[in-house]
């Protein structure tokens, strides 16, 4: 739609919207901060070294990224969760892993927004116009895939539960059980990935849908309740998620690299 904007003593002239605050720095920011992760996270699972802080320093610590391993190729021995499912596996361990949470965060409903407004501009801001002719919703490829995040959100929930083993796992010191910093970072990424994906839309339909009156459920209503309270807080529950991953797994390499000493508390 063409919009005009009026200018005392010069007349009319065209405008691509009507806004005059900087509209533009939030989509800015969120695709900054989309790329940054995209380019860190990808570096990462194709760096299949120090991903894992052993005996050698005295820790047990595994990136969530490359978390649990199924393949022969993390070098765990007896520590952390190590199935040793596929042993003809020739690449990165991570690449088995990465696609699950990928596949729920891509398709999540704030990253949805996050990334089309950022990356798309459909559309950039509120109240300003989109530069697209033309739009087909998610019912065509490759938006098609959309659909598929209540699946993404049964095979995403596993993982919390298997970086908070890992946290556990980490407690483990060659003279028996402590708490030092990477246990902290293990811990708190566990717990704020699994308050995310408790934070889910799809989490929200699986506690209260299907029901044409809460009465008939309510123990399903109070979880439900509980969930639409972390669901107002999504967003934020995204990012710092989002950026603590990248975090937990950049600590677990600077401790195995050596690079970084991990205090220990007790």
Request: glycine share 8%.
């Amino acid at each position: 739609m063409a919009v005009t904007a009026v200018q005392a003593g010069r007349g009319t002239r065209p405008a691509q919207n009507l806004r005059v605050d900087r509209w533009w720095l939030q989509p800015a920011l969120t695709a900054a901060g989309l790329t940054a992760f995209v380019i860190y996270s990808t570096w990462s699972t194709f760096t299949p070294h120090d991903f894992y802080a052993g005996a050698s320093v005295g820790r047990h610590y595994l990136s969530p990224f490359y978390s649990p391993c199924i393949t022969n190729r993390c070098g765990l021995g007896n520590q952390g969760v190590s199935w040793h499912l596929i042993n003809w596996w020739p690449f990165s361990a991570a690449i088995l892993m990465v696609p699950f949470p990928l596949m729920f965060r891509g398709t999540c409903y704030y990253y949805r927004k996050a990334y089309y407004r950022s990356f798309w501009f459909s559309p950039p801001a509120c109240a300003v116009p989109e530069p697209h002719g033309s739009y087909t919703g998610e019912s065509r490829f490759p938006l098609l895939i959309q659909n598929l995040h209540r699946y993404a959100f049964y095979l995403t929930i596993p993982f919390p539960i298997i970086l908070l083993w890992e946290a556990i796992k980490a407690t483990q010191f060659d003279n028996g059980r402590g708490l030092a910093l990477g246990t902290v970072v293990l811990f708190v990424n566990a717990i704020l990935l699994g308050t995310y994906l408790a934070s889910c839309h799809s989490g929200r339909h699986l506690c209260g849908g299907h029901l044409k009156a809460m009465s008939q459920g309510p123990t399903r209503y109070w979880i439900w309740k509980k969930v639409s309270f972390l669901n107002e807080h999504h967003m934020g529950l995204a990012w710092v998620s989002l950026i603590f991953v990248g975090l937990a797994d950049a600590y677990v390499r600077l401790v195995a690299s050596g690079a970084l000493h991990d205090p220990r508390f007790f």
